[in-house]
């Protein structure tokens, strides 16, 4: 994700939407089997675009993955 924002790339609005959803869903997930990413950010999130439009900046649908869960805390 950090890629893409240092291009600079204007992205349509109904993409981000998407992306914060999924990232909200995802985090929302670890919380809820007690998991704390502690390390979130845009180089901690990869995506990979499902239909590259060229029509719409190149962008359509993309499945968001947190990664890097080196600095993540257990709660027990």
């Known amino acids: 994700l950090s890629n893409v924002l240092e291009e ?41 675009i499902i239909n590259n439009d060229k029509s719409n900046n190149g962008f359509h649908y993309a499945i968001m993955k947190l990664v890097d869960f080196g600095c993540l805390k257990i709660n027990v």
Do not use: E, S, W
């Open 8 to 48: 600079k790339r204007a992205m349509p609005y109904y993409f981000l939407i998407d992306v914060i959803y999924q990232i909200t869903k995802g985090m929302c997930y670890l919380h809820d089997i007690q998991i704390v990413h502690q390390d979130l950010k845009p180089d901690n999130i990869l995506f990979n």
